[in-house]
């Protein structure tokens, strides 16, 4: 892999852990469907580094979404918990930001949160395992 391909993955990394952050800044003003979509955006970063790591250029939410699970949650290489929790996000983002009269509230996110800081730290460590 060439240092423009590892440079774009460190760089969907930080912009992961940069978007978690700005979710927990969203969770601590009581905007619960922004913070929503923050966290989701936050794993989608990371799922999309980890997928270049491992050779593929996706361009769409969903084409993502399906190669994360048939490459990484179908084979074990992560836990069916954490697909759980992208595949929560990726609806919960798209009904908050879609569908009218949605509103999240605290105790149904602010759980989530630790959860998605959990999910980036080990789409970094699958990445370490995966040879260039």
């Given amino acids: ?6 440079d774009y993955i460190e760089y969907r990394l930080s912009r ?4 978690l952050n700005d979710a927990k800044l969203l ?6 469907n922004s913070c929503v ?3 989701y955006y936050a794993c989608f970063y990371a799922v999309s580094a980890l997928l ?10 969903n084409g993502i ?9 179908a084979t074990g290489i992560i836990e069916k918990t954490f697909g759980e929790i992208y595949s929560d996000l990726y ?6 930001d879609y569908a ?5 509230d605290k105790d149904t996110v602010l759980p989530v949160i630790n959860k998605v800081e959990e999910f980036i730290e080990r789409i970094k460590n699958v990445i370490k395992t995966i040879r260039s």
């Fill in 1 to 6: 892999m060439n240092g423009d391909l590892n």
């Fill in 16 to 19: 992961a852990d940069k978007t």
């Fill in 27 to 32: 969770a601590n003003s009581n905007s619960w």
């Fill in 37 to 39: 979509n923050r966290l």
């Fill in 52 to 61: 270049v790591k491992k050779g593929h250029m996706i361009k769409t939410h």
């Fill in 65 to 73: 979404r399906t190669l994360f699970f048939k490459d990484f949650i």
């Fill in 91 to 96: 609806d919960w983002r798209s009904e908050g």
């Fill in 100 to 104: 009218d009269f949605v509103d999240y």
